[in-house]
C-alpha cells in the first residue's frame, strides 16, 4: 500500500485540486483507492458526494487531525488531502505513514513561504531524513501568460525540492470539481490531451512511487526465508547399532588380551574334547582289512 499525502500550511494553495486528481488517476489505472480528507473543509469529500457511479470508484475516508491513525488494512492506495495550517503532531503522524507527499503552492509570496516552512518541518522528521518519505513540490494556478512558472521553478532549486512542473489556472478544473470529475475521466481529445500533457511528471512520479512499494513488498523478509545454521564443529554422535545387528559393527583393531584363568580353562575344555573324540573312533575289524 502506497499513501501520498499533499500538504501545504497556507489555504486556497490548489490541494484539494491536486489530490482529488490524483485519486482519478489512480483509479483510472484500475487501483483500488482511497481519498482521505483531513481537511475540516471536507472539499474532497464533498467532491466524491458528486463523483458519477459511472466512474471507476474511489473509497471515502474522514479523518480527524487531532487523531489521525494508520490508514484502513486492505485498501490498495491511499491519497490524503490535508487542511491549512497543518503542523505539528498532525504533520508527523502524516509523515509517519506516507510514502511521498507533495507540496502545492502558486505563485505568491505567501504561498511560497507557508510552503518553505512545511517542507522544513517536514525534513526534521526521520522517514524523510531517510529518504523513506518522498517530497516533491508542484506549482498550481499558475497564470500561462505571466513568468510565475519559472519563479516557481526557482523557488523549487532554492528549496533544493523535487519538482514537478506546474499546473496552469483553467476553468476545466472548477468544472471538473463540480461534477466529481477529473481531467482523467473524460474521453481523450485534442483539448483534453492538451491539459494532461501538464500532468505527465506528476504522473510519472507517481508511477515511481507504486513501483518502489510494489518492490519493497515483494523482497522477501528474514523470518519468511530463515537462513540455514553455520554447520557445527561438533560432529554428532551415532546412534546405538541395535542388539540384533552386530554384524555391522567394525571389528576391533585390537583383540582383547585373555586372562591366565581363561586360559587355562580353554586348555581343558580342549583336552577333554580330544580324550572324547579318541573314545569313540571305531577301528576296522580285521576280515575288512587288506
Sequence with gaps: MAVIAVVNRKGGSGKSTLATHIASYL??????????????????????????????VIHGWTIDERNFARPPAGVKHV????????????????????????????????DRRAAAECVKELRSFPRVQLGKCRLASVGMRIDGRTRNAEMIDAWALEQALEHLGSIKEAQIYARCLEQGLAIFDFPRNRAIEGFLVEWQRICGWLDGVLAAQTAAAQVPSDSANPQPAPPSSVLPRPAPAAANNLATLP??????????????LAQRRAEAAAAAANANVVETPAFLRA
Excluded: C, H, N
Excluded at 571389528?251 to 587355562?264: E, G
Design 27 to 56: 483509479a483510472e489505472r484500475g487501483f483500488e483507492v482511497m481519498l482521505g480528507d483531513v481537511d475540516r473543509q471536507q472539499s474532497s469529500r464533498l467532491w466524491l458526494g458528486l463523483r458519477p457511479q459511472s466512474r471507476p
Design 79 to 110: 491519497v490524503l488531502d490535508t487542511p491549512g495550517g497543518f503542523q505539528g503532531v498532525g504533520l508527523m503522524k502524516v509523515a509517519l505513514y506516507a510514502d511521498a507527499i507533495l507540496v502545492p503552492s502558486t505563485a505568491s509570496l505567501f
Design 251 to 264: 571389528a576391533p583393531s585390537v583383540l582383547p588380551r585373555p586372562s591366565i584363568l581363561s586360559a587355562a
